[in-house]
């Protein structure tokens, strides 16, 4: 996907456009012709020429795209570099945009920076550039094998044998300082080898110890985030200028050797095996005759969908959390009194804590993992709110906009999960005021899983331990910053002290 996250490196990438003057003027000159017939698109901030606005977005995309919603109102356009970028900041436009202009504005335009070319991605990924049968068929396999009722059921043992590894691991470690994003990670990391592949892939100790598999899939983010030549300016998509498509296969290929040894495993078991029996997601694949590519693309998606938002989330709650302890304490008065220090929580009885879920709701306002959703792309041209959508411009919801909006909530700034309490708002994709994991098609399939697994580590966290800031810090002084990338993280990573509750 196109990310438009302006870097500190991106000074010395201005260089490159100003050695190809020339031929930077003539893409100026058709990316002009572009926007000129397109004479009614939403408002938005005079782009420079050859660069567009990229320069007025800053290193906090999300921020900045809700300071222009200020002025130039909840349908925006912009350019960058030749490409259109339309923003919508309201729940209205996010309603015309993700409901009644679903199907048109579905596609995607696959990052440059990808291992495999936009061909061969629509064969095998769920990343196509249209809503093609190759990403239908995906999506209802994934939904169907990991992301049912049914399947969700069946997975309730690892996920409660997963997560009582990780309050084992801090009984063990109290008093110490732990990382909530690294135990987190390392938690649903493993938690997602066993659904997919039946293993953990990596040690819940040396994970943490020395954060190797994240900082692999963190320099990844880091990597696709850097703005490429390649994908905004059309002259010079098949090249590689800045060497990013070259750094971020030898990176894929680092993640893929992770799980690929388990994949040949598991072919050469199943090939000629009559009487062989599934028991997981890569079986599945492997069964339906998938290539290996096809497979590391498909677990690729996964893994990064499935363990860094989810991390980022637990590590938000928890942040606010211990920054609002009136809210600290109402959480675990409702634990007391219909959980006890029972550590066999049961999925079930979590779905009913009602100030638990509002928690979560309440994170996923302030904190959505992805914060502009993921890009879509114009199938074809289209009429939004009586505006011009062109033909392949990449547009994009700004869902922390919106969950901040005064006009839609009452002091949107404040953590109160009160809020949500005896309320029909939920994260379905029906409430376009509340959309962390997006509406429509193109919606966040592993919604479902999520939904069990934030819970159920936080109220194991909060059931089991006391905690406490390193040397003596306040918790109204907790820093609350954020970092902006493929998802939002917290800047300065939460330190916490377990102390063992009895």
Known sequence: MVRFVVMEEFDSLMLVPLLLVPLLLIIFKNSNKLFSTSSKLPPGPTPWPLIGNIHQLGNMNHVSLANFAKIYGPIMSFKLGHKP???????????????????????????????????ELNQISMWTE????????????????????????????LRATKVLEMVEFLKAREGEVVNISQLAFATNFNLLGNILLSKDLINLEEEI?????????????????????????????ELDLQGIRKKTKGLWQEAWSIWEPIVEERRNNIHGNKDFKYQDFVDTLVGQKFTNDGINQI????????SDTTTSTIEWMMSELIK?????????KELEKEIGQDTSIKESQLLHLPYLQACLKETLRLHPSAPLLL??????????????????AQVLVNVWAIGRDPI???????????????????????????????????????????????????????????????????????????????????????????????
């Open 85 to 119: 970028l339309i923003v919508a900041s309201s729940p209205s436009i996010a309603m015309e945009i993700l409901k009644k202009q679903d199907l048109v504005l579905s596609g995607r335009d696959a990052p440059r920076a990808f291992p495999y070319s936009r061909k």
């Open 130 to 157: 249209e809503y093609n049968e190759t990403s239908k068929y995906l999506r209802s396999l994934c939904k169907v094998e990991l992301f049912s009722g049914k399947a969700l059921t069946s997975q309730e043992c």
């Open 209 to 237: 110890e020395n954060n190797s598999t994240k900082i692999l899939l963190r320099r990844l983010i880091d990597v696709a985030s850097v703005p490429n030549l390649a994908d905004l300016y059309i002259a010079f998509s």
């Open 299 to 306: 677990l690729m998606e996964l893994f990064f969908a499935g």
């Open 324 to 332: 609002n302890p009136r809210v600290m304490n109402n959480l675990r």
């Open 375 to 392: 890009p879509r792309r114009a199938i074809e041209m289209c009429q939004v709110m009586n505006f011009t959508i062109p033909k392949n």
């Open 408 to 502: 839609v909530w009452e002091e949107p700034l404040e953590f109160k999960p009160e809020r949500f309490l005896n309320s029909p708002i939920d994260f379905k994709g029906n409430d376009f005021e509340f959309l962390p994991f997006g509406s429509g098609r193109r919606m966040c399939p592993g919604y479902t899983m999520a939904a069990r697994q934030i819970p159920l580590v936080i109220a194991l966290l909060i059931q089991n331990f006391d905690w406490s800031l390193p040397k003596e810090e306040q918790p109204n002084m907790l820093d609350m910053k954020e970092k902006f990338g493929i998802t939002l993280q917290k800047q300065q990573p939460l330190l916490l002290i377990p102390h063992t509750r009895t």
